[in-house]
Each structure stands twice: as structure tokens, then as C-alpha cells.
Antibody, heavy 118, light 111 residues
């Protein structure tokens, strides 16, 4: 079964760092555009970052300069390194993948929760 | 803040038809970028419902249909069922942001 499994969510203090992982099964992450999408408590979906083929990456303005998306092909895993975390980064973080040359996401993980609080 | 605007809520009785509008601008929907729709059931991850404006992934009932015109798109649900009660989000690409954008979300209530 094609699936994504996120991990790494935790309670972290403001200014701290965290790395989220997203492991893929039954498909190769380098064959899809891989994204992170987050959802703050009681709020809507917010796109965070995308990793296209190669090393091309884009970020939402709200996380630019603080978050980094990357991929390890040998582990078939995508990561989101989050630095200088703020209270407003508190959310469920979903990993999602979509076909190359398209802007939709057809595979989603169940999400991992990040809470930024002192 | 979301770039695509949706009504906060819509409701209908079982069997009725409801429609959800998604309004964008000249840098996203109006620029020709495709629109997707996702369904999010309570406590669950989003699920792709419609892609490339009108296409349904395998397994999505044909009660769900999408359309696009100008700077807007719409999701229609016909023959509304209790299991359709969920949050629905539109999504596209925005050239000025160089990224994906989501709608504000619409809660569908089955009366």
C-alpha cells in the first residue's frame, strides 16, 4: 500500500529546533513532488514547503529562512528541519506527495504534532 | 493568511445538492493554474477529492464534481449523504508566491 508515515513531532520551547521525518512505502520519494502542509489547532490547511526533483525547494513566507526541506533517497525519506521555532508554528504537520509536473497532492500521511511552548 | 477564499459553511438535507465556491486571483486560478479539492473528515488527514479542476481519483464517488471559470472554481456535491459531513479545501498554485495555496476551508453540514 502506498503510504507516508511522519514522525518527530514533540513539545519544544520557543527558539528551539526539531526535525520531522516522512518515510514513504510502495513508491519512491524522488519520483514525486514532496510537500509539508500544516494545520494549526482549529484552523485551516497551510502549505509549508515543497521539494521538486533534484534540489529545488520553495517555502511559505512564514517559514522562509527557518525551515529546510530535504530528502534522503537511500532511506526513501523526506525531512523538515525546523529552527527558531515560534508559538505560531504549533500545528499538525502533514507530509504529502504529488505527481511530477502537477501541483496536487495525492498521497498524505496521518500527520505529526508539533507544539511550541515554554 | 489564505489566498483562496471559500464560504465558512454550507449545509443541506440528505439527497440535496450543495456547492462550494473558491475565489482566487490573477496570480493563481486566473493565471490558468489547476484547482484541486480535498476532503478532511473530523480527526483525519486531508484526502484528494478532485484534481486538475474536474478529475476524480479512483474511488471517489461521481456525486462529487468540480469546475473552474475565470478566477474561481466550484465543488458540487449531489445526493448529499451523512458521510459527506467534513471540511473541504480548494488548492492551487500561485506564481507570485512561487508556492501552493489553500482555500480558507468550508464546513459542510448535513441537516
Amino acid at each position: 500500500e502506498v503510504q507516508l508515515v511522519e514522525s518527530g513531532g514533540a513539545l519544544v520551547q520557543p527558539g528551539g529546533s526539531l526535525r520531522l521525518s516522512c518515510a514513504a512505502s510502495e513508491f519512491t520519494v524522488s519520483d514525486k513532488y514532496m510537500s509539508w502542509v500544516r494545520q494549526a489547532p482549529g484552523k485551516g490547511l497551510e502549505w509549508v514547503s515543497v521539494l521538486y526533483t533534484g534540489v529545488t525547494t520553495y517555502y511559505a513566507d512564514s517559514v522562509k529562512g527557518r525551515f529546510t526541506i530535504s530528502r534522503d533517497n537511500s532511506k526513501n525519506t523526506v525531512y523538515l528541519q525546523m529552527n527558531s521555532l515560534r508559538a505560531e508554528d504549533t500545528a499538525v504537520y502533514y507530509c504529502a506527495g504529488g505527481p511530477l509536473f502537477s501541483y496536487y497532492m495525492d498521497v498524505w500521511g496521518k500527520g505529526t504534532t508539533v507544539t511550541v511552548s515554554s | 493568511q489564505s489566498v483562496l477564499t471559500q464560504p465558512p459553511s454550507v449545509s443541506g438535507a440528505p439527497g440535496q445538492r450543495v456547492a462550494i465556491a473558491c475565489t482566487g486571483s490573477s496570480s493563481n486560478i486566473g493565471a490558468g493554474y489547476d484547482v484541486q479539492w480535498y476532503q478532511q473528515l473530523p480527526g483525519a488527514a486531508p484526502k484528494l477529492l478532485i484534481y486538475d479542476n474536474t478529475n476524480r481519483p479512483s474511488g471517489v464517488p461521481d456525486r462529487f464534481s468540480g469546475s473552474k471559470s475565470g478566477t474561481s472554481a466550484s465543488l458540487a456535491i449531489t445526493g448529499l449523504q451523512a458521510e459527506d459531513e467534513a471540511d473541504y479545501y480548494c488548492q492551487s498554485y500561485d506564481s507570485s508566491l512561487s508556492g501552493y495555496v489553500f482555500g480558507t476551508g468550508t464546513k459542510v453540514t448535513v441537516l
